[in-house]
C-alpha cells in the first residue's frame, strides 16, 4: 500500500502548531510577573510637593484659625456664649458603697470515736524482726502509758493482734472484739 502526501503534511503541521501553541505557553502564561527590584540602586525619588490653597478676604466672613468658613454673624453670637461666665453645676458625691465584712467559717474537724466509750488509746506499735508485736496503750483512767503483747490483758482489755498496719484489735470481758485506730488516741 502506497502512503499519501497528505500524512507527512498533517504530521508537520501538528508539530508547527504544538510548537505555536508551546511558544505561546511559554512567552504569556508561564512568564512570572515583574516588578522592580527593590534596592538602593533604583531609581531616584521623586519628591512630591503639596500647598494649602490660599483663602482670599471675603467681607461677610471672619477669616480666623478656628474655623475660617463661619458667618461673621454667626461668630459674634458664638463670641458673646463663650466670653459669658460658666455655670457648673456641682452633683453631690455618692455616698461609698456599704462593705459589710463576712467572716467565714471556722473550720473543725470533727473528733475521732476512740472506741467504746472506755476502750484504751493506743499510741503506737513496734514490730520486732521476728514478727512480733508490742503496742503502746493508754487504759481509761490512767495517766501513764504501758506496753502490751498479743495475749495480754490489762483490767478488762486483751490484746490480741495488729491487723491491716494500724488497727489494733482488742477484746473486752465479754468477748466482744474492738477495731482500734493506732495513733488516735494521742
Known sequence: ?????????????????????????????LEPP??????????????ISAAMPQIRDYKDFNVNNDN?????????????????PATVTVKPPRPPP????????????????????DAPKVGGFTRRPDGSVTVQVTLPGE?????????????????????DGNVALFADETGREY????????
Open 68 to 84: 475660617p468658613f463661619v458667618s461673621w454673624r454667626e461668630r459674634e453670637v458664638e463670641k458673646k456664649r463663650l466670653q459669658q
Open 1 to 29: 500500500m502506497r502512503r499519501g502526501l497528505w500524512e507527512p503534511v498533517a504530521a508537520l503541521v501538528g508539530v508547527v502548531v504544538l510548537v505555536g501553541v508551546g511558544a505561546w505557553w511559554w512567552l504569556t502564561v
Open 179 to 186: 477495731r482500734l485506730v493506732i495513733g488516735l488516741g494521742r
Open 98 to 117: 456599704k462593705i459589710e465584712v463576712t467572716k467565714p467559717p471556722v473550720l473543725s474537724f470533727p473528733k475521732a470515736k476512740e472506741g467504746g466509750g
Open 143 to 163: 495517766a501513764r502509758s504501758r506496753l502490751m503483747n498479743p495475749g495480754e490483758k490489762a483490767g478488762r482489755w486483751t490484746f490480741k493482734a495488729v491487723e
Open 34 to 47: 515583574r516588578a522592580p527590584v527593590p534596592g538602593h540602586r533604583g531609581a531616584p525619588f521623586e519628591p
